[in-house]
C-alpha cells in the first residue's frame, strides 16, 4: 500500500506542476486570486511530506509515514482553499464565453486550469492521504 500511496502522491504531483505551470505563465501573481504563499506553501509542503514518505518507504520507520500524515493535511486545507477561489474563476471563463470549455484570454491564470487536471488532482490527492492513512495505521498496529 506504500507503493500505491508514492504512485498516487506522484501523478498528484504530475497535475499539480501542470497548474503551476500555466498558472506562471499566464502571470502568476499579477492577476491570480491564488497568493504565491498559497501556491507556493501548498507545493513546498507536499515536495516536504513526498520526500518524507520516500525516505519512511526505504527505512520502515513507521514515525516516518505519521510525519507524512501530519503534512498531507495543510497541503489539503491549502488544496480546498484554492479549489474555493477556483470555482468562481471557473464559472467567470463559462460566463464570458458563453459555455463550458471557453478559453478567453481574460482573467486571472487559474481560470486556464484544465477541469480534468483539476479534478484528477483532487482525486488523486484524496486517494493518496487515504493510502498514507491505511499505511500508517497498518505500520503501527504491528
Same mark, same amino acid.
Do not use: C, D, K, N
Given at each position: !500500500?506504500?507503493?500505491? #500511496?508514492?504512485?498516487?502522491? &506522484?501523478? %498528484? /504531483?504530475?497535475?499539480?506542476?501542470? !497548474?503551476?505551470?500555466?498558472?506562471?505563465?499566464?502571470?502568476?501573481?499579477?492577476?491570480?486570486?491564488?497568493?504565491?504563499?498559497?501556491?507556493?506553501? +501548498?507545493?513546498?509542503?507536499?515536495?516536504?511530506?513526498?520526500?518524507?514518505?520516500?525516505? @519512511?518507504?526505504? /527505512?520502515?520507520?513507521?514515525? &516516518?509515514?505519521?510525519?507524512?500524515?501530519?503534512? &498531507?493535511?495543510?497541503?489539503?486545507?491549502?488544496?480546498?482553499? !484554492?479549489? /474555493?477561489?477556483?470555482?468562481? #474563476? @471557473?464559472?467567470? $471563463?463559462?460566463?464570458? #464565453?458563453?459555455?463550458?470549455?471557453? %478559453?478567453?484570454?481574460?482573467?486571472?491564470?487559474? $481560470? +486556464?486550469?484544465?477541469?480534468?487536471?483539476?479534478?484528477?488532482?483532487?482525486?488523486?490527492?484524496? #486517494?493518496?492521504?487515504?493510502?498514507?492513512?491505511? %499505511?500508517?495505521?497498518?505500520?503501527?498496529?504491528?
Amino acid at each position: !500500500m506504500g507503493i500505491a #500511496a508514492l504512485v498516487t502522491w &506522484l501523478l %498528484t /504531483a504530475v497535475g499539480g506542476f501542470v !497548474m503551476l505551470g500555466i498558472w506562471i505563465a499566464r502571470g502568476g501573481r499579477r492577476t491570480s486570486r491564488f497568493s504565491p504563499g498559497l501556491i507556493f506553501g +501548498h507545493f513546498a509542503l507536499a515536495a516536504a511530506g513526498l520526500v518524507v514518505w520516500i525516505v @519512511y518507504l526505504f /527505512a520502515g520507520i513507521a514515525t &516516518l509515514a505519521w510525519v507524512a500524515l501530519v503534512l &498531507l493535511v495543510p497541503v489539503a486545507l491549502l488544496g480546498f482553499t !484554492m479549489f /474555493a477561489r477556483w470555482i468562481p #474563476a @471557473y464559472r467567470g $471563463r463559462t460566463a464570458l #464565453a458563453g459555455g463550458p470549455g471557453a %478559453t478567453g484570454t481574460a482573467g486571472p491564470p487559474e $481560470r +486556464h486550469f484544465p477541469v480534468a487536471v483539476v479534478a484528477g488532482h483532487g482525486l488523486l490527492a484524496v #486517494a493518496t492521504v487515504v493510502l498514507v492513512l491505511l %499505511t500508517a495505521l497498518g505500520m503501527s498496529g504491528s
